[in-house]
């Protein structure tokens, strides 16, 4: 495993994206078990989906800041990082050591409908992140300690081999979305190697929870099953998803976060990359029937759906979307042996875990 080499401890953090399902659980750990640090939490609030559920996270974050015996602080920033005047002045003013860019136009499908929203967000907004990252050492400020950005398993595009593993090739990705995360990779690479700057990319699998994204399968299934409508199981069935509980990509980032890659001068004169990818997944794929199986038995079980719910009559087996692919499976022997972390909620559990919530956030006034 490797040593712990940025200590989080009184740290000023940005977390990109902060309003969003993974960065706004990543903020509640950091505010919870980091000591003293200023958390910086940067979000635009974008309507890509209901936005209600953006404004419940953050107001759980602004209630927790108020309580947490950490000494850590929280202050949030709405903003665009496309937008390079604020990126630059967020940086000046707060000067962050570690920074997580976790804002981006996520989906796979709506990358074929709204192209100009990824390229806004994940190809500009990610280059404003590097370019503050790289003058965040001028005049020998100590800068930057460490740079973790969300990257994707879509990279593996339609891969054949499985597990997929961070040594694989992924020159073909399948949509947009992918292409762009791909380029995040490709861009901090070649700032990593010219500026110095240490980065981690992370390849997230399938990310689920509570309070998670609607336009997720667990998540637009459940809202259709509730008003009696048909779900659409792509493929028709013969899909296999690398799920993963939201806990456990905090738990990897914040580990992540602690290493970052060292500063090493090649036999050119010229500094090696600081640069490191992971996948981070269950290591574990769940075939798409079953994973509505289990779906369904714990909405049932957290009474969002009644006991008698005739399932069978929703559910519509269909052929694969343009931009899917039939598997993701992550090998994360790479995070095991640095990190000394792999994911390991089951999907029963996880599944369990966001029926209740999703009870609790929309059902209340039925109980
Ligand atoms: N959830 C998953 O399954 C999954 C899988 C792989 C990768 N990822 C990546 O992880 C990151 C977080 O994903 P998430 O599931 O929390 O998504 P999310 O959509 O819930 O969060 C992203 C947040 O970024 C904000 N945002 C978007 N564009 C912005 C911009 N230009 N400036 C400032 N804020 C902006 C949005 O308002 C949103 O709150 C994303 O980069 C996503 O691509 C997620």
Redesign the pocket.
């Known amino acids: 495993m490797l040593q712990i080499n940025v200590n989080l401890d009184t740290k000023t953090i940005l977390v990109?994206?902060?309003?969003?399902?993974?960065?706004?659980n990543l903020c509640k750990e950091l505010l919870t078990t980091v000591k003293g640090a200023k958390v910086i939490c940067?979000?635009?609030?974008?309507d890509?989906?209901d936005v209600s559920i953006?404004e419940y996270r953050l107001n759980e974050l602004e209630q927790l800041s108020r309580s947490v015996t950490t000494g850590s602080t929280f202050t949030f920033i709405k903003?665009?990082?496309?937008d390079k005047e604020l990126i630059t002045d967020v940086f000046s003013t707060h000067k962050p050591a570690v920074v997580v860019?976790?804002?981006?136009?996520?989906?796979v499908r709506y990358s074929i409908t709204n192209p100009d929203?990824y390229i806004?967000?994940?190809i500009l907004?990610f280059m404003n992140i590097l370019e503050a990252c790289r003058h965040s050492y001028d005049d020998g400020n100590t800068g930057v300690e460490h740079l973790v950005?969300?990257?994707?398993?879509?990279v593996y595009g339609s891969n054949k081999k499985v597990p997929y593993s961070t040594d694989d090739k992924v020159d073909n990705p399948v949509s947009l979305?992918a292409a762009t995360?791909k380029s995040n990779e490709l861009l901090a690479h070649a700032y990593s190697k010219l500026y110095n700057i240490p980065s981690t990319g992370l390849?997230?699998?399938?990310?689920?929870g509570p309070a998670?994204?609607p336009d997720?399968a667990y998540f637009s299934f459940t809202n259709r099953l509730i008003k009696g409508q048909d779900i659409q199981i792509f493929n028709y069935g013969n899909c296999k998803r690398d799920f993963?509980y939201v806990d456990d990509i905090v738990e990897g980032i914040k580990r992540v976060m602690q290493r970052s890659p060292e500063k090493a001068i090649g036999e050119d004169g010229l500094p090696i990359p600081p640069y490191r990818i992971y996948n981070i997944g269950n290591n574990s794929p769940e075939n798409l029937l079953d994973f509505v199986d289990i779906l369904q038995q714990e909405l049932i079980r957290a009474g969002v759906l009644p006991e008698d719910y005739d399932f069978e009559s929703h559910k519509k087996l269909v052929p694969m979307q343009p931009g899917d692919v039939p598997v993701t499976y992550a090998d994360t022997s790479a995070l095991e042996r640095d990190m000394g972390f792999k994911p390991n909620t089951s999907l029963r559990d996880g599944l369990w875990k966001f029926a209740q919530w999703y009870r609790e956030f929309y059902m209340k006034e039925e109980k």
Do not use: H, P, W
């Open positions: 990109t994206g902060a309003a969003g399902f993974i960065g706004a940067l979000d635009s609030v974008n890509y989906y953006k903003g665009n990082i496309a860019n976790l804002a981006a136009q996520a989906g929203a806004e967000s994940n907004g950005y969300a990257s994707s398993s879509s979305y995360k390849r997230f699998f399938t990310v689920y998670g994204r997720m993963t």
